[in-house]
């Protein structure tokens, strides 16, 4: 059974960080993608960034660009989301989400097949 388990959100100042954390389990696939998406009620949930476990490229939203970084820990089977400089607009209840691998990049939450159970994430001013 494929699980996917994140941690780390909570409450920050503008310009302040966290890092997200997502662990994985019971994929064996070498190569798939692993995204982190965000809600805000009565908007559509977003792609915040996408990485390709086994081998590492990255994909970003314009909006995050330079401020947040997504990463693997294959020991860990675990896949990070730094986040820098964070904004109010970065508000939101983040989620991790596990698809199969494609040579281009997956970028709708329905093509995603497995999902945590999300974290709140809230940037006040």
């Known amino acids: 059974e494929k699980k996917l388990v994140e941690s780390g959100g909570g409450s920050v100042q503008a310009g302040g960080s966290l890092r997200l954390s997502c662990a994985v389990s019971g994929y064996t696939d070498r190569r798939y993608l692993m995204g982190w998406f965000r809600q805000t009620p009565g908007k559509e949930r977003e792609g915040v960034s996408i990485?390709?476990?086994?081998?590492?490229?990255?994909y970003y939203a314009d909006s995050v660009k330079g401020r947040f970084t997504i990463s693997q820990d294959d020991a860990k089977n675990t896949v990070y989301l730094q986040m820098n400089s964070l904004k109010p607009e970065d508000t939101g209840m983040y989620y991790c989400a596990a698809t199969s691998w494609r040579l281009t990049w997956k970028l709708r939450p329905n093509e995603y097949n497995y999902w945590g159970q999300g974290t709140q994430v809230t940037v006040s001013t």
């Open positions: 990485i390709t476990v086994g081998i590492g490229s990255t």
